[in-house]
């Protein structure tokens, strides 16, 4: 069964730290893995697409990782800013196209 | 400005009540997809349409109906809306079903009480 788990649920993080959000996932068979952030209130928007071969992909201040192997994700963001606070969410995509959408990590970021 | 556009973004109504929810993209987006988001829940794909006059059920289609007559609209028709239907909705597209980014609505909240 297609499933994806996120962690943690929740983090609360100061201005100017960095963070790292994880995803492990078990698409089979795995095509690509996309990392979304949804504001409150607003729908997601992309933050990065890899496929399988790609290791890492960067986007400004969010850094994702892949491996396909272990069939896990991270989201690292540097430097935060008061407008990261958001939901982020780990959606692997199969090879029948499915996306299989995460619960998300609720992130806040404090002054 | 690129948008995938929804209306309304919020709506209060009556259980058996009909209602349709649009959704309108700008980009010539072939694909197209419907989704609704609970607490708890990752976001569940209800309809989608690969192209004109081409539809298909998600996976949660029970309740729903869509239509694809033009290529920039994809309404949501709840022809007779139950509590269980009252949700965080999505609309989304992209070029094609894989491998790219969706572009999503910025949702409508319905309440069916």
């Known amino acids: 069964k297609n499933q994806v788990e996120q962690s943690p649920q929740s983090l609360i993080i100061l201005e100017g730290k960095n963070c790292t959000l994880q995803?492990?996932?078990?698409?089979?068979?795995?095509?690509?893995l996309r990392w979304y952030k949804q504001d409150t209130g607003r729908g997601p928007v992309s933050l990065t697409i890899m496929t399988f071969s790609e290791n890492t992909k960067s986007n400004g201040r969010y850094t994702a990782t892949l491996d396909a192997d272990t069939k896990q994700s991270s989201l690292h963001i540097t430097a935060s800013q008061l407008s990261d606070s958001a939901s982020y969410i780990c959606?692997?995509?199969?090879?029948?196209?499915?996306?299989?959408f995460g619960t998300g990590t609720r992130l806040q970021v404090f002054p | 400005e690129a948008q995938v556009t929804q209306n309304p973004r919020y709506l209060i109504t009556v259980t058996g009540k009909k209602l349709t929810v649009t959704c309108s993209q700008n980009?010539?987006?072939?694909?197209m997809s419907w989704y609704r988001q609970d607490p708890g829940l990752g976001l569940r794909q209800i309809y989608y349409?690969?192209?004109?006059?081409?539809?298909d059920k998600g996976d949660v289609p029970e309740g729903y109906k869509v239509s694809r007559k033009e290529k920039r609209n994809f309404p949501l028709i709840l022809e007779s809306p139950s509590p269980n239907q009252t949700s965080l909705y999505f609309c989304a597209s992209s070029h094609r079903q894989g491998g790219q980014p969706q572009h999503f609505g910025d949702g409508t909240r319905l309440s069916i009480l």
């Open positions: 959606v692997p995509q199969a090879r029948t196209d499915k996306l299989i």
């Open positions: 995803c492990n996932y078990t698409v089979s068979p795995f095509s690509n």
């Open positions: 349409s690969m192209n004109v006059e081409v539809t």
């Open positions: 980009m010539n987006h072939e694909y």
